[in-house]
């Protein structure tokens, strides 16, 4: 018989997910909560409860030559980096090409995901949803989360005393969308990830004052690299990758730092990432340094404690009259849908092997897709993660053991915990 699919969302890995789960004769049902394909780059110019949400100026990391399924190209026309409307184009262009749409539906919220009662045998799922107040049941012999990672914002208010006595107003990034509003204004950007860049970059054409506060710097790319080519064409290579993993680790730790720093020393920006050898996600903004060094930006590292209307940083000075801060301080996972010890199953920690798979069940038929972050494009990213996926779940492709893939989560968390040690080694995570 042929294995009915849950597909939960239908951004570009809820399609890469209806594509790859027919290709292998596999019956998709895409739900999705919004009326619309394209998940966090279709811009909405407000923000929606439990959907991704993206500013109006937002551009691709990746260049399109990169960026694209690997069997349909962007057009000619289209530009190297895209505005977020021609990226949701060739989203929409791509789900009209093969035919993806009719196995949508829109409007649709998944209410929860349970292993039916014979789990251990069938591996299937009760799959719950609501569509304008009716709820619906349906059984699937598998499920694929694409739900994404930039739904849940992480608000660390907790790590910054004194805030709650700022009078100032304060949000996260998610919720910004143009800088009109902040014409004129004192703003306080708390994180140096790409959002708090671009954010920080867009609003010191405006603002009276703009600063950003981290606490473990980054090293920021630019779009533009060797003799005018994409950056990603010219770094994610397998000669680069050749280098990475051939050359003494003093070499290849010399090599990368030399990469970062080719277009200005990150040092005299007050940029440069506490750990400087190890490979932490860059940013990439082409305006930030020159922003720097025009005045127009300044760099602070973490905020010491808020007052009514100030922010005093760890090396003693302080920002006052401040108007907003804007936390830039990422994203949480969360599936409400889905019982937490499936994903987290030991000790509130997630644990999927691969990024993809939880070990510990009983059949491999739950797959997370899009949850991890690569150097490079998301598309193809999620696409492999998908191709595997349905391999594994149409049973041509067999996981190893739930000890050796245990082991390797281990492996991987060992690393990350090292990372962040090193990075902040006077605090336990």
Known sequence: M???????????????????????????????KGEDIGGLWKFSDHVEEGRASIYRSVFTNSSKEMTCFPDFPFPDDFPNFMHNSKLQEYIT????????????????????????????????????????????????????????HHVYPNIPKESFPGIKLFKGKCFHSRDYKEPGI??????????????????????????????????????VMSRVWDEGYPWDMLFITRFETFLKNTLPTVISNWWYMK?????????????????STLRKEPVFNDELPACILCGIVTIKPNVKEFTEDSAIFEDGTVFKAIDYVIFATGYSYAYPFLDDSIIK????????????????????T???IGLVQS????????????????????????????????????????????LQFLLFPGQDK
């Open 2 to 32: 042929v294995k009915k699919v849950a597909i939960i969302g239908a951004g570009i890995s809820g399609l890469a997910s209806i594509r790859n789960c027919l290709e292998e004769g596999l019956e998709p049902t895409c739900f999705e």
């Open 93 to 148: 262009m791509f789900a009209k090409e093969k035919n993806l749409l009719k196995y949508i539906q829109f409007k649709t919220i998944v209410s929860s995901v349970n292993k039916r009662p014979d789990f251990q045998t069938t591996g299937q799922w009760d799959v719950i949803t609501e569509k304008d107040g009716k709820k619906e049941s349906a059984v699937f012999d598998a499920v694929m989360i694409c739900s994404g």
């Open 182 to 219: 902040f014409k004129g204004k004192r703003v306080l950007v708390i994180g140096l990830g790409n959002s708090g860049c671009d954010i920080a970059s867009e609003l010191s054409h405006i603002a009276e004052k703009v600063i950003i506060s981290s606490r473990s710097g980054s090293w």
């Open 259 to 275: 990469q970062m720093n080719a277009r200005f020393k990150h040092e005299n920006y007050g940029l440069m990432p506490l750990n």
């Open 345 to 364: 199953s030991r000790d509130n920690e997630v644990t999927l092997f691969k990024g993809i798979f939880p070990p510990p069940l009983e059949k491999p």
């Open 366 to 368: 739950l797959a997370v």
């Open 375 to 418: 150097l490079g494009a998301a598309i193809p990213t999620t696409d492999l993660q998908s191709r595997w996926a349905v391999q594994v779940i149409k049973g041509t492709c067999p996981l190893p053991s739930v000890k050796d893939m245990m082991n390797d989560i281990d492996e991987k968390m060992g690393k990350k915990l090292k």
